[in-house]
């Protein structure tokens, strides 16, 4: 396969909260266009979008992006395929990893360069509120679009559009000098982290620690380990000391 097309393919774009089938349709366009066929629906009560009138008339001849809609129930399933994410939002935020999209473009492109098995994730909340901010922990990086300070209203297939052609740009045309595949561990998926943090969270709960405090403890942890991009070998080494935990701890 030719590897700049392997590249479109090892990128998924997820809306997150969507309830208007004609921005799933006008997003399915707008990434067709750039190329990618990757998007997935989460948080939604639209199930049945192939068949939604709106969606169909805003896809115009994205038909086959629309059919090929992947629809999940929360956020964690629609990443955990992912090694690298990306959570789009209106302004910058202090608290977290923030980038802007032509920063993210370069980020993702040199992430996947590293080996085939890495997957990145794009995602965006609905255009009434966003992402909520409990989510963004969630998240390697935060990614905000420098538009006008004074009016900054996008709509959401508008800014996945621009996303999705800072990614092409990268992918296609700095891509050229970048063909040579470069070495890198095998990075944890999203889904693996999800599992070592539920296992910690389980055994410290076990071991009296208190309840109002886990639910923070799980954001900060969970937003420690995606920065640290940790490898799968190294999920393991820690799931083996939360095993060897346990069992020195019949209680837990």
Known sequence: MNKTINLFLRTIFVLDKTSHGGNVGAAARALKTMQFS????????????????????????????????KVVENLS???????????????????????????????AHKH????????????????????????????????????????????????LQLAAWELRYEYILTGEIKEQMMEGEDIATHGQMNHLIKSVES??????????KLASLERKLTHILLRAKISKEEVQMLLGIVKFLKAQNPNC
């Open 38 to 69: 990757n998007l997935v629906l989460c948080n939604s009560s639209l199930k049945d979008i192939h068949l939604n009138s709106d969606a169909i008339a805003m896809a115009s001849n994205a038909q086959d992006t629309l059919a090929n809609i």
């Open 77 to 107: 399933q629609a990443l955990s395929e992912a090694t690298l994410t990306f959570a789009m939002t209106a302004r910058k935020r202090k608290d977290f990893e923030s980038v802007d999209i032509r920063q993210m473009a370069i980020i």
């Open 112 to 159: 996947l360069l590293e080996t085939e098995n890495h997957k990145i994730a794009v995602v965006m909340g609905n255009e009434q509120s966003g992402l909520d901010n409990a989510s963004l922990y969630d998240f390697n990086y935060v990614v905000n679009i420098p538009a006008n300070p004074e009016y900054s209203s996008l709509n959401v297939a508008q800014a």
């Open 203 to 212: 055994i410290l709960s076990e071991s009296g620690y208190e309840k109002e």
